[in-house]
């Protein structure tokens, strides 16, 4: 378990042990210990606790999470996915420029790092991410690598720098191509199911 989401569920109304609950409540696997009133030490701790989660609404009377149960889950899980989504994303745009280039960077003019470093290209995507309310953040990976392959067939000529490319100017190229991502998908494979037929 992270340390943000340990700090988080230590903010939160729940204690880590309701959370552990309510995340095996949400892949089903809390039956044996849900259902079980045993009363030894362990199992009369947890089904106390599961006997509160019931009375404060997060869990229903069948053991399934409750609206109110799964917004907490899924409000306490969110900020720890976005915090490993950038981390990951900067590696995977490392190994895009390794299988492409050789290099897990290149320099734009001898000087400008064509990949920011990870902190960077955290803060910067997230003003873009919330300002242009990119919600799907995996598409705005495939995004971001495809800029990376068009940069690599222009040999990396005249194209700006991915932090540039995310925000520059009080503009995003990024979001545009994120808008125009499926139009652009549909044309390609119409492109190559032309070239089969």
Known sequence: MKYELI?????SPITILDYLILEHIANNTAKEFVEDK???PIKGAIFGHVTWLKQEDYISD???????GKELLDQLQ??????????????????KMISL????????????????????????LQKVIKE?????????????????????KARFEYTPTLEYYV???KSSRLATDYENYNAEEEI??????????
């Open 101 to 124: 280039t050789g290099k897990k960077q290149k320099m734009l003019q001898g000087k400008y790092a064509f990949i920011p470093n990870e902190k960077d290209l955290k803060l910067r």
């Open 62 to 68: 069948n053991n399934k999470l409750t609206l109110k």
């Open 132 to 152: 242009y309310q990119l919600n799907d953040l995996q598409k705005v990976e495939k995004v971001l690598l495809l800029y990376v392959e068009k940069c690599n």
């Open 167 to 169: 925000w520059k100017d």
């Open 78 to 95: 969110k900020e720890v996915v976005s915090t490993d989504f950038y981390s990951s994303l900067h590696k995977n745009l490392q190994e």
């Open 7 to 11: 700090k988080k569920i230590l903010n």
């Open 188 to 197: 390609e494979q119409s492109t190559s199911s032309e070239i089969l037929i």
């Open 38 to 40: 045993d009363q030894t």
